[in-house]
């Protein structure tokens, strides 16, 4: 039997909030009143492809003094550095000369709204974190996915029986997620994705953000 290594392996990482509810609840409000505010909360340049049902914050959310939007950024950065020191193997001293830099922003998606295929230069973690997952049309199970696409991307250049049905991580193709409100996923900045189009009820509302970190010297 031939020993199996999972060779240039892309960490993605599920959390869920312990408690959303109350959390969410506040933060759809005053995203929804800050959207109705508009251009003076929305994303000026915006330069990933997009439409008119999907409303995009300009880049300093976790910046706003609100309660509920510095709790939520306290569970986020609580997640992502316990997985920075987890997956580089760093002990609590070295984590504590980390210092992390961030743009974070909110999308309010509505029936139709899609976020077209991108990554994130600059920055190492990014992260998706659903406020509102919105009412999916029941046969639509592809509504407002988040879909990752496969870093091997020619690895469908050839399928056969050999490889159709082979186990994740060996898999073949793109993988995609439907998240509930209190998901969070963080990945690799550098990870291509997009969101499919929204076909539902209500709003589809997500906190997204991007990260890079710098070490403190003594």
């Not at 295929?117 to 990014?126: E, G, R």
């Not at 974190?129 to 870093?151: K, T, W």
């Not at 993988?175 to 994705?193: K, Y």
Request: glycine letters at 6%.
């Amino acid at each position: 039997m031939p020993q199996i290594t999972a060779l240039f392996a892309t960490p993605v990482a599920f959390a869920r909030h312990p408690d959303p509810g109350v959390l969410n609840a506040e933060l759809r409000e005053l995203f929804l009143s800050r959207e109705r505010e508009g251009a003076r909360w929305a994303n000026p340049n915006p330069y990933t492809q997009r439409n008119a049902e999907l409303f995009e914050s300009h880049f300093e959310l976790f910046k706003w003094p609100e309660p509920c939007v510095q709790r939520l950024k306290q569970f986020c950065w609580a997640e992502l550095t316990q997985l920075v020191a987890t997956i580089n193997r760093y002990d609590p001293a070295t984590m504590q000369r980390t210092r992390l830099h961030a743009d974070s922003w909110f999308h309010i998606t509505r029936r139709g709204g899609y976020f077209g295929i991108h990554n994130h230069p600059m920055a190492s973690w990014s992260g998706v974190y659903c406020v509102a997952g919105g009412q999916h049309d029941p046969d639509r199970p592809d509504s407002g996915q988040l879909c990752f696409i496969n870093p091997a991307i020619t690895n469908t250049m050839y399928v056969d029986v050999a490889t159709a049905q082979m186990t994740a991580p060996y898999n073949c193709g793109s993988r995609h997620f439907t998240l509930q409100a209190g998901d969070l996923v963080l990945f690799p900045s550098w990870l291509l994705h997009e969101v499919k189009p929204f076909w539902g009820t209500g709003e589809r509302i997500t906190v997204a953000f991007n990260c890079a970190f710098t070490v403190v010297n003594d």
